[in-house]
């Protein structure tokens, strides 16, 4: 698979990048970001492992190469004019999170052809750790956290608030993991460090918190309605930032890796119209399920909730529903 990559901030630098190294069957082919100074140091390290990579300043001689799929890596409000210009090319974008800054870009998002596909890649971790717990019918309740500190993480330009920086990962993990819709949301608090929400959902309630300002952690506990654990996912503190010395992968490269070799595995049908694409289920029947790819589709969902929290929020925490996908204006 031949990636592009438009915008070399840190996901690029510190994920992509090394997580392309590391997958097996994928190569970048290209790099794109109007800053030489970052644009080359993106190309480099991906030089040490062997191989060249275009660098150019526009996404328009990026396309230039032939590519099999582009990843969107740059701030958030360039994510739909950059998704267009692939889309107007023929390339399919993988759209890095938060899809867009409101719900109505993130269905102009959805609208494209061909529709891009979005990284929420913690799909490709806690997802691939608890799919097999979770039961597939019954009732859940769900505790989610997901915490980091923004200036550790040396974000080039990237100013958005917590609820869309790293709440929408929770967002999506709730309904990804629940295969449920979301409903209502409830008891919001929203600061620009930090958010809390109950998401409820079809069958699950799903109690989320998020800050980036505090050390890395990462949480997730799944119980049954007489409050059995049926699941638990833990990341981040000493034994994370020790993860080269006790063998544990970084989290970030874990995903985006898995992430990458899901996609080369549909390598082909990039290039058509794709159906919500199950990837790792295993053999046909088995016990393993699948974790889909996420979709522009997904983008609006999660768009929805984060909208319906803000409404929330300014309620004083009062119960908002969430607006089904396809009826928003």
């Not at 898995?258 to 996609?263: D, G, Y």
Request: hydrophobic share 45%; net charge negative.
């Amino acid at each position: 698979m031949r990636l592009g990559i438009a915008g070399c901030g840190r996901i690029a630098e510190r994920g992509y990048v090394p997580a392309a190294l590391a997958a097996e069957g994928v190569m970048i082919a290209g790099f794109a970001d109007p800053d030489p100074d970052r644009l080359q140091k993106c190309a480099e390290l991906w030089e040490r492992g062997g191989d060249q990579a275009v660098a150019v300043a526009g996404l328009g001689e990026l396309l230039e190469t032939p590519l099999d799929l582009l990843v969107v890596a740059a701030p958030t409000a360039h994510h739909l004019s950059l998704a267009e210009e692939a889309a107007a090319a023929g390339v399919r974008a993988l759209v890095e999170k938060p899809p867009a800054p409101d719900l109505a870009t993130a269905e102009q998002l959805a609208a494209l052809d061909p529709q891009p596909l979005l990284a929420f890649n913690r799909r490709f971790l806690q997802g691939h750790e608890l799919r097999d717990a979770i039961p597939t019918e019954g009732w859940l309740e769900l505790d989610l956290e997901l915490r980091f500190r923004r200036e550790a993480w040396g974000a080039h330009q990237s100013h958005d608030e917590a609820l869309l920086d790293a709440g929408i990962h929770l967002i999506d993990l709730a309904c990804h993991l629940t295969h449920s819709a979301p409903i209502a949301v409830r008891r919001a608090e929203i600061a620009p460090e930090g958010a809390n929400l109950e998401l409820e959902l079809t069958r699950a309630r799903a109690r989320i918190s998020c800050a980036t300002d505090r050390g890395h952690r990462e949480l997730i506990t799944v119980h049954d309605r007489a409050g059995k654990e049926l699941a638990h996912s833990a990341w981040g503190g000493i034994r994370t930032r020790l993860s080269a010395l006790t063998g544990r992968p970084d989290p970030l490269i874990l995903s985006l890796r898995r992430q990458l070799e899901a996609l080369r595995d549909l390598t082909p049908q990039l290039h058509h119209p794709l159906p919500l694409l199950g990837v790792g289920g295993g053999a046909v029947g088995g016990r393993r399920r699948g974790i889909r790819l996420p979709t522009a589709a997904d983008g609006i969902t999660a768009m929805s909730i984060v909208e319906a929290a803000r409404r929330s929020a300014e309620l004083d925490g009062a119960e908002v529903t969430v607006a089904p996908a396809g009826t928003q204006s």
